[in-house]
């Protein structure tokens, strides 16, 4: 980066005998440092799904024409492929994996597109390998076609274990033992992924429960009886798990302490179990 600066800024040194404006310089200069920099942050492509013909009696002209090969190394790269059980087509980014369409992909790759520096290699500019893209949609995307030759992805699920619950959110994975809740980026798992259904559409952050809303709420549902909230609680917590251990198969049944059942209602049944699948 240092090199490319300094060579942007080398018309600021003006020498006898040149007559260009200083200021003139100063502003080429600032403006190659700028396309310098914008260039560091795009992100150049791994793989390469085009590739250049050239006119034999005019090298300057060219067309891009497509490599599905180099396509489908590409799209491995943005982490498509096939989910093996299923046979879904799928990207994982981040641990994450989300089933996807035919048109989500086409989204996929025109943002990722739009990532490239300006001018790449041989002065092919982005705007004429999206042209290219867009001319040759139907090969690129067709369903029988290249897609069918992305790999089958056998992935190794992160599941709750009879120590550890996994709880997934925007910002991360609570992991919760008996002893600690602790919130973790989804990269310190080694290669174990969720599916995005999975994920908790919120950022979480830990807070105290006692004196919290859902505390008071649990202990009222519980008729205000120690007992019965440590049973809420525990009932809530195995729900939550989502190890079951066979062997030992347990169903919760949320009820009111009432004779006749036709005056129950409003103890907070519902809203526990609206709570639960949140």
């Not at 982490?79 to 994996?97: A, D, M, P, Y």
């Not at 599916?195 to 549902?221: C, N, R």
């Not at 009886?225 to 809530?236: G, I, R, T």
């Amino acid at each position: 980066m240092s090199s490319q600066r300094n060579q942007s800024l080398k018309p600021l040194e003006i020498g006898k005998g040149e007559v260009k404006d200083k200021k003139a310089y100063a502003i080429d200069g600032v403006r190659k440092l700028a396309a310098d920099i914008q260039n560091e942050v795009s992100v150049i492509p791994n793989e390469q799904f085009w590739r250049i013909k050239r006119n034999a009696k005019n090298p300057e002209k060219y067309v891009l024409l497509p490599d599905l090969l180099g396509f489908t190394d590409y799209l491995k790269n943005l982490g498509v492929c096939f989910e093996k059980k299923t046979n879904t087509l799928v990207r994982h980014k981040c641990g994450i994996v989300t089933p996807i369409e035919i048109s989500d992909l086409k989204r996929i790759v025109q943002k990722d597109i739009m990532t490239f520096p300006e001018i790449l290699g041989d002065d092919i500019s982005r705007d004429e390998i999206l042209s290219m893209l867009l001319s040759n949609e139907a090969r690129f995307f067709k369903e029988k076609g290249v897609i069918e030759f992305l790999p089958l992805k056998d992935f190794d699920w992160m599941r709750d274990t009879k120590d550890k619950a996994f709880v997934c959110f925007n910002n991360g994975v609570v992991v919760v033992t008996a002893d600690s809740i602790e919130l973790e980026p989804y990269d310190s798992f080694d290669n174990q992924f969720v599916w995005d259904s999975q994920v908790i559409e919120h950022e979480y952050m830990q807070v105290d429960p006692i004196g919290s809303d859902w505390a008071d709420f649990l202990y009222k549902a519980a008729g205000n009886m120690p007992e019965l909230v440590e049973n809420l609680n525990n009932s809530l917590g195995y729900l939550l798990h989502g190890y079951k251990d066979p062997a030992r198969a347990f169903i919760v049944i949320f009820g009111e302490s009432i004779e006749n059942s036709d005056l129950g209602g409003g103890a907070g049944k519902g809203l526990t179990s609206t709570a639960l699948s949140k």
